[in-house]
């Protein structure tokens, strides 16, 4: 399993329109990957789990990835949230 952190610098944190981006590139892998904040958690291939998270700008957030390619899922996934969230 790998993990990593990241803090949300959008300034209008996880609404529809990254949320949607994300689940579409976590759908690429075969790996499970789940995000979890403020005591909450959600699978990243579903949008409707991660929109009631309700992650705001500033709310560090922890990625877990586990499957076959989990090595590289992890490492698309922390670009993806470098670059878009």
């Not at 990241?6 to 892998?29: F, M, N, S």
């Not at 789990?49 to 922390?78: C, H, L, P, R």
């Amino acid at each position: 399993m790998k993990t990593f952190n990241y803090v949300i610098t959008d300034e209008q944190g996880v609404h529809a329109r990254p949320a949607g981006i994300l689940v579409k590139e976590a759908k690429k892998y075969a790996s499970k990957i789940t995000i979890s904040a403020g005591g909450k958690k959600a699978e990243a291939t579903k949008l409707m789990a991660i929109m009631s998270m309700g992650i705001k700008k500033g709310t560090e957030i922890t990625v877990s990835v586990e499957g076959d390619d989990e090595n590289t899922a992890a490492e698309d996934m922390q670009k993806f949230f470098q670059e878009n969230l």
